[in-house]
C-alpha cells in the first residue's frame, strides 16, 4: 500500500494533488488543519509486501521528529511519503486479510456456482482431487466434460485427455550409440535403473556394445553394487574420478558403443551451475536423463525438477510406481513441465518391471483404474535374472541372432510426445 500525505490550502487543492500523485483510485484516510493548512492522508493499494521492523522504528521516528511549517505565503510542500507508523501498518494489515477473505468468499461462491452449472464435470473434479490431482488441473481435464454426458463416457473422455496430456520422448541413444549419464536426487534408483537400462542394451545389441561408467565415489556400496552387476552381466565397468577422465575415455569410443555412466545423488541446493556434458566435443552423442521417484512430495518435485533444469536433461525417468500412494500428485507436477517421459519403474524385479513409459497405462494407475491384463510373453520374450547368465556367455553372433529375432517385439511400443499445454 502506497501512503503519502499531502498539505493544501483547500480539499479542491487536496485532491488536485492526491489524482495527479497517486490516481483516482486513492482513498483518503484523513483529514485535518496543521498550522493553517489542510493536511490529508491518502493511501493506493499497490500489492507492496509491508515494511520491515527497522523502517518501521525510522517511520516512528520521522513521525516524532519535529516538522517546520512552511513560510507564510509559501507554496504548498510537494507529496511526500506517509511514515509509517504502527496504526498504518495495523491498518494496512486489515486491509490485506480484509481483501483475502473477500477473495476467498467470491471464489468459493464462484466454484459453488460453477458445480450448481455442471454437476457431473463437479464430480468428476472431486474424484480427480481425491486421486491426488491438484485443483487446478482437475478443474482444467473436468472443464472438457459435456453436460449430457453420461458418467462412463465423462470418464472415458478425461481419462483420455489425461493420457494426451503426458509428454514422452523415444530416445535415439539407445539406437544409435553414445554418452548416457542418469542424474538426480539420492535414493530415487539411478543406480537400479542403470543396470536396467545396461540389460536391455544387452538384449537387443549383446554384451560388448555396453560399457558402463561409474562416477559416484561418496556413496557406501555403490562401485561394488555396480560391480557385482557388470560381472554378472558380462560388461566392463570403469570407476573414473571426474569428468576429465570420463572424456578421455570417451574420445576413443566406437560408433553404436553405449556408456551408461552413474552419477552421485545430489541435493537440489546443491546441483551445479552447467551440465555435465558442458564444452564436450559435439562429434560425441552426450544426454544425461532426470531420475525421478513417484514417491516425492509435489513440492519437493517441483524443487528437484527446477534445481536439475541446469544440468540439462533431455528425458525423465519415473520410477518407484508401485510405492507410490497417489499418482495424481506427480503427474500434476510433470504436466507442467517440458520433458518427456521415456521408462518407467514398477517394482524390485531388474527386468519385468521396468518398461517404456505407455501413457494409457500410467493414467491408468493415476486414476485408480484397473491396469490391462499384460500381453502373454513367450519365454523368449521374457528375459528374467535367472536368463541373464546364457546372454553373458553367449558370444556375440548368437547375441546379434537374437537381437534380430526379438527386436519387433522389444520395440512395440513406440510413445509420441504430447503437447504440454494439452490440458489447458
Known amino acids: 500500500m502506497n501512503v503519502r500525505r499531502y498539505r493544501a490550502r483547500d480539499m479542491r487543492d487536496a485532491m488536485r494533488q492526491v489524482r495527479e500523485q497517486q490516481g483516482d483510485e486513492a482513498v483518503i484516510l484523513s483529514s485535518r488543519r496543521v498550522?493553517?493548512?489542510?493536511?490529508v492522508v491518502a493511501a493506493l493499494e499497490d500489492g507492496d509486501?509491508?515494511?520491515?521492523?527497522r523502517e518501521q522504528q525510522a517511520a516512528v521516528n520521522a513521525v516524532h521528529a519535529p516538522r517546520e511549517a512552511p513560510a507564510s505565503g509559501s507554496r504548498a510542500p510537494a507529496a511526500s511519503a506517509w511514515p509509517a507508523d504502527p496504526e498504518l501498518v495495523a491498518m494496512r494489515q486489515e486491509l490485506r486479510d480484509l481483501r483475502s477473505l473477500l477473495t476467498r468468499q467470491h471464489s468459493d461462491n464462484e466454484a459453488a456456482q460453477w458445480a450448481a452449472r455442471h454437476p457431473l464435470a463437479a464430480?468428476?473434479?472431486?474424484?480427480?482431487?481425491?486421486?491426488?490431482?491438484?485443483?487446478?488441473?482437475?478443474?482444467?481435464?473436468?472443464?472438457?466434460i459435456l453436460d449430457d454426458s453420461t458418467v462412463e463416457q465423462a470418464w472415458e473422455r478425461l481419462r483420455a485427455r489425461l493420457s494426451g496430456a503426458i509428454a514422452t520422448r523415444h530416445p535415439d541413444i539407445l539406437d544409435?550409440?553414445?554418452?548416457?549419464?542418469?542424474?538426480?536426487?539420492?535414493?530415487?534408483?539411478?543406480?537400479?535403473?542403470?543396470?536396467?537400462?545396461?540389460?536391455?542394451?544387452?538384449?537387443?545389441?549383446?554384451?560388448?556394445?555396453?560399457?558402463?561408467?561409474?562416477?559416484d565415489s561418496q556413496r557406501i556400496g555403490a562401485t561394488r553394487q555396480l560391480q557385482a552387476f557388470a560381472t554378472m552381466a558380462?560388461?566392463?565397468l570403469r570407476v573414473l574420478q571426474g569428468v576429465r577422465e570420463l572424456r578421455d575415455m570417451t574420445a576413443r569410443l566406437d560408433d553404436g558403443h553405449l556408456v551408461l555412466v552413474d552419477t552421485a545423488g545430489q541435493a537440489p541446493s546443491t546441483v551445479g551451475d552447467e551440465s555435465l556434458f558442458a564444452g564436450w566435443p559435439g562429434r560425441v552423442r552426450c544426454e544425461s536423463w532426470l531420475v525421478v521417484s513417484?514417491?516425492?512430495?509435489?513440492?519437493?518435485l517441483r524443487r528437484v525438477l527446477d534445481a536439475f533444469r541446469k544440468t540439462e536433461p533431455t528425458a525423465l525417468v519415473l520410477t518407484k510406481l508401485d510405492e507410490a500412494e497417489q499418482l495424481g500428485e506427480t503427474l500434476s507436477v510433470l504436466l507442467d513441465q517440458h520433458l518427456g517421459l521415456t521408462f518407467v519403474s514398477d517394482g524390485q524385479r531388474?527386468?519385468?518391471?521396468?518398461h517404456r513409459v505407455e501413457t494409457g497405462d500410467l493414467t491408468r494407475r493415476a486414476l485408480g483404474e484397473e491396469r490391462r491384463a499384460a500381453r502373454g510373453m513367450s519365454r523368449d520374450e521374457r528375459w528374467t535374472d535367472e536368463t541373464l547368465a546364457d546372454f553373458t556367455s553367449a558370444p556375440r553372433?548368437?547375441?546379434a541372432r537374437r537381437t534380430s529375432r526379438d527386436a519387433g517385439v522389444l520395440e512395440m511400443i513406440h510413445p509420441v510426445g504430447k503437447g504440454r499445454y494439452a490440458t489447458h
Open 294 to 300: 513417484a514417491t516425492t512430495q509435489a513440492a519437493a
Open 234 to 236: 558380462g560388461v566392463s
Open 350 to 354: 531388474i527386468a519385468e518391471d521396468f
Open 397 to 399: 553372433s548368437e547375441a
Open 176 to 215: 544409435e550409440g553414445g554418452v548416457l549419464a542418469l542424474v538426480g536426487p539420492t535414493g530415487v534408483g539411478k543406480t537400479t535403473t542403470l543396470a536396467r537400462i545396461a540389460l536391455r542394451q544387452i538384449r537387443r545389441m549383446g554384451a560388448d556394445s555396453v560399457t558402463l561408467v561409474t562416477l
Open 123 to 144: 464430480e468428476c473434479k472431486a474424484r480427480l482431487m481425491d486421486r491426488g490431482f491438484s485443483e487446478s488441473l482437475a478443474r482444467s481435464l473436468a472443464g472438457s
Open 49 to 53: 509486501a509491508g515494511v520491515s521492523e
Open 35 to 39: 498550522d493553517g493548512w489542510l493536511e
